[in-house]
């Protein structure tokens, strides 16, 4: 299928996105600060932490103060750089597929499977969240070194284009930086399995240096705004284990979670802590990641079969991107995320690919031998991950107009000037929100406790706004205030005062 054809499938399927309203505390949180922060002091940008965390994001928060500039706070344009950015990365997955193996076909399964993955939708999703922005760099990165190390003559250009895109990745997402690494690790895996050389003592002198003064670069300028008590304790080994082994079961699962859910009823992951029910679910989890370890155990030893050594080490250098580019992750977060699974799913697909055409399409002689079985294994895999993507935009859709509807009829009038608190209650006896990601967020929910205040100035335009999310059982109590303004918020982001009487605007 060619590429034209992929993006404009991976558009058809996102369609719905741009047209969504903000949803849930992170859009608000980062919205509110471009708003109110960083348009009065753009400098803030660059000199200032990632809401007063370790995390150093200048290109994170740039693009979002950008994003907000261009479209006066509309939605539309943060959805809108998300979509471009991961339709960007579709065609950089294609051209890291073909220079690794120099196959179309492959190429082409790759950048399907991964421009449809649910795993890649949270990042696509999330309105101020920049990682497809992040991990264009990424991969752009990986692409200019492939090409540089093809290059005889022009390999300092496209070497210090490698550099210089892994360099702007780690500006927005510090966890770009395994790009570093992993520009050593493709010439070592040829030099260890094929005994090949890709890269001369010139090459790798430049390339050490380029990395040691992009790095330095990066740590300089963080070392000047981060706060020596700035840090972040390090998760203990039985949570590195939970994680590692719920992201390995992510990758491997055909079906996803949300779709599961929406089609058979199934319980969302974060559904099964309860009543007991977390061991058998770990017990089951662990037993599907054995079986596949074995599974792959035995692939790998008919692929050595197969495969001649330059081969080999290129295939092997798929597993080690996804285990690089999860491994910051896992040292330095306690919390599992899809959004760390973005670049993962991408090498995912590439190596997915390779192995079937690998075992499927080159037969001996490159006589094709089976390519029923293998279009029909993309063909189903891009369905199912298709349908879960639009399933899961759907449900973003579903928060998003919530959202908006609480913002729209709140007293707007009443509440543009003075110093009012704001106080929200989720109506009794309503649907509760389900928590996994955004996709089962409901009624005040949509905006969340931490972004009540948040909201409510950006939607007023007035920073004396309070707000605050209770209890329905604490109306009686904490609603008493002159200044206090008391809302029912249902499910469905209808608003009304606590007393009967509609909000109105």
């Not at 741009?18 to 509110?32: G, K, Q, R, S």
């Not at 471009?34 to 007063?52: I, K």
């Not at 990641?289 to 290129?314: E, G, I, N, T």
């Not at 690089?324 to 690919?353: C, H, I, M, N, R």
Request: charged share 15%; with cysteine; proline share 4%.
């Amino acid at each position: 299928m060619p590429l034209s054809a992929i993006i404009l499938l991976v558009g058809l399927v996102y369609c719905r996105t741009p047209a969504t309203y903000f949803c849930a505390y992170d859009d608000f949180l980062e919205v509110h600060r471009a708003a109110f922060e960083d348009t009065r002091d753009p400098s803030r940008v660059f000199t200032t932490t990632h809401f007063q965390s370790y995390k150093y994001r200048p290109l994170n928060r740039g693009l979002n103060l950008l994003s907000y500039r261009l479209g006066g706070g509309d939605a539309a344009y943060f959805r809108a750089r998300n979509l471009v950015f991961h339709l960007l990365n579709v065609a950089l997955v294609y051209a890291l597929a073909w220079l690794l193996f120099g196959r179309r076909w492959t190429a082409a399964a790759a950048a399907l499977l991964f421009g449809l993955h649910p795993l890649a939708n949270q990042s696509v999703v999330g309105a101020v969240m920049t990682n497809t922005a992040a991990h264009a760099g990424f991969l752009l990165s990986l692409v200019c070194f492939l090409i540089s190390l093809r290059q005889t003559r022009r390999w300092p250009v496209w070497l210090a284009l490698a550099l210089a895109a892994a360099w702007l990745s780690l500006l927005a997402y510090e966890a770009a930086i395994a790009a570093f690494p992993l520009m050593f690790t493709y010439p070592l895996l040829h030099w260890f399995f094929a005994r090949e050389k890709l890269a001369d003592a010139r090459f790798l002198l430049a390339l050490a240096a380029g990395c040691a003064l992009a790095l330095g670069a990066f740590f300089w300028m963080r070392a000047l705004y981060v706060t020596a008590g700035a840090r972040q304790a390090l998760p203990g080994m039985k949570a590195l284990v939970k994680n590692a082994l719920m992201y390995a079961a992510a990758l491997l699962s055909p079906v996803d979670v949300v779709l599961a859910d929406e089609w058979l009823g199934t319980p969302l992951p974060s559904e099964l802590y309860f009543g007991g029910v977390s061991a058998w679910w770990w017990a089951v989890v662990a037993a599907g990641v054995c079986a596949a370890a074995f599974a792959a155990l035995a692939l790998v030893s008919r692929l050595r079969r197969q495969l001649p050594a330059d081969a080999r080490a290129k295939m092997l250098f798929l597993p080690a991107a996804i285990l690089a580019s999860l491994l910051p992750l896992l040292v330095f977060t306690d919390k599992a995320s899809e959004t760390y699974l973005y670049l993962p799913a991408a090498f995912a697909a590439v190596l997915f690919g390779a192995v079937l055409e690998t075992l499927l399409l080159a037969g001996a002689g490159g006589r094709k031998r089976r390519p029923a079985v293998a279009f029909a294994a993309v063909g189903l895999l891009g369905l199912l991950f298709g349908g879960a993507t639009w399933v899961r935009n759907g449900r973003v859709a579903r928060c998003g107009e919530t959202a908006r509807r609480i913002v729209t009829e709140l007293p707007a009038e009443k509440l543009r000037e003075g110093a009012w608190t704001v106080k929200l209650a989720s109506a009794p006896g309503e649907p509760a929100s389900r928590r996994y990601g955004m996709y089962g967020w409901r009624g005040v929910d949509t905006i969340g406790a931490t972004a009540a205040r948040a909201a409510m100035q950006l939607v007023s335009q007035n920073e004396e706004l309070a707000a605050e999310v209770i209890a329905p059982e604490a109306v009686a109590s904490d609603c008493a205030g002159a200044r206090d303004v008391c809302l029912w918020v249902h499910e469905d982001g209808r608003v009304s005062e606590i007393g009967g009487r509609s909000a109105g605007r």
